[in-house]
């Protein structure tokens, strides 16, 4: 599986490692299982880890993914999302158009270089 979600215990943040080739279909379990592990532990505090990620899935996937996201009853008032940078540049430009979609539909999401910034930048 080329996802895995998990609550940090040290910070109330739902980190999300993605690696490899992540299809439709995975990116859309990737977000429903963070989704149900947000309301379980009431967390509205995201940090996507795709500095592995290679692609395989495509910015329509992506817009189709904020659409869900915002039909999706989260608490998007609190919702705030740090993502950090893929190595490869074909899936680093994927998560800037993450980032942009995102921000024009008034989400805070942010992408960063360092593991460090994206959890202070979290938990301001």
């Not at 910070?11 to 990737?30: C, N, Q, R, V």
């Not at 993914?65 to 919702?79: K, N, P």
């Not at 490869?88 to 942010?110: H, I, M, Y």
């Amino acid at each position: 599986m080329p996802w895995r979600s998990q609550l940090l215990q040290m910070h109330p943040i739902i980190e999300t490692f993605y690696s490899g080739l992540l299809s439709k279909d995975e990116l859309f379990d990737a977000f429903r299982a963070t989704v149900a592990l947000a309301q379980t532990s009431g967390t509205t505090r995201f940090l996507a880890d795709c500095t592995h990620l290679e692609g395989g899935h495509s910015i329509v996937h992506l817009y189709t993914l904020v659409d869900t996201l915002m039909s999706s009853g989260a608490a998007l008032g609190a919702f705030r999302e740090a993502v950090l940078l893929p190595v490869l540049p074909g899936s680093a430009e994927d998560v800037l158009f993450w980032e942009t979609a995102c921000l024009n539909r008034g989400l805070r999401v942010k992408v960063f270089e360092s593991r460090p910034s994206a959890i202070a930048w979290l938990l301001e």
